[in-house]
């Protein structure tokens, strides 16, 4: 079957993240973690989200805009599965796949002049939207529905077990302070690497934070530096 579709993005998509690496692996995982749905000009009239402001949440149609074009593997490796074992494509989220599309659910935060304001955000700043959809509970939150190797919620770590200096405490604002505990009480490295002398890094808020793990399941902030470029780039 040869047929295409061409399809082209209503909105872009502002998060706190520059780079892929320290994005969260789900939606709804960092509450603190805002975006702005920004529409494009054709798509900003008020008509088109008229009544969404009576919904709690929106599902986000997105793209992995930075992603390598899709290779035909028929499996992928997924994070959960400690990056060693396979399974179908289909049968995960992992963003290499044949289309690129993505699936969000956020919570809406605000209805403004040509934008949404969002929270809970999975996507690295500048992702395509190329649709959006209101949040159903009655129909799509389903008690019963089964998951097998992903029913159960990630690893966080007591908020304690984040360590940041004061000295880099210092120099970040409170919105970024907050997103940083958060991010960094779940385990933002592959599962795969399990070096305690390793230190990460990622761009947040258009900061270039780097941090270590410690012992006992503890990590501790290195350095906060104001982001001329994001970290690895």
């Not at 899709?70 to 490796?77: E, L, P």
């Not at 649709?131 to 008690?143: F, G, H």
């Not at 690893?155 to 409170?174: K, T, W, Y």
Request: hydrophobic content about 40%; glycine content about 8%.
């Amino acid at each position: 079957m040869s047929d295409s579709v061409t399809i082209r993005p209503v909105a872009i998509l502002r998060t706190p993240f520059a780079g892929k690496f320290g994005v969260p692996r789900q939606s709804g995982l960092i509450p603190e973690a805002e975006g702005r749905v920004e529409f494009y000009p054709e798509f900003a009239a008020p008509e088109f989200v008229r009544g969404l402001e009576t919904f709690s949440h929106v599902w986000l149609v997105t793209g992995f805009h930075q992603n390598p074009p899709w290779t035909g593997a028929s499996t992928v490796r997924p994070p959960r599965l400690g990056g060693n074992e396979r399974v179908g494509v289909f049968a995960s989220r992992a963003p290499n796949r044949p289309n690129g599309l993505g699936l969000t659910l956020v919570r809406l935060l605000a209805i403004e002049p040509g934008l949404l304001r969002v929270a809970g955000v999975d996507a690295v700043d500048g992702t395509p939207v190329y649709d959006i959809k209101p949040y159903i509970p009655w129909c799509e939150a389903l008690p019963h529905a089964t998951a097998d190797w992903v029913r159960a919620a990630p690893f966080v770590r007591g908020e304690e077990s984040v360590l940041i200096p004061m000295e880099v405490a210092a120099v970040l604002d409170e919105p970024t302070l907050r997103l940083l505990r958060q991010m960094l009480r779940l385990d933002l490295q592959p599962a795969y690497q399990a070096d305690p002398g390793r230190t990460y890094g990622m761009t947040l808020s258009g900061w270039n934070i780097t941090w270590r793990p410690l012992p006992e399941n503890r990590v501790v902030v290195v350095a906060a530096e104001k982001a001329d470029r994001p970290v690895g780039a």
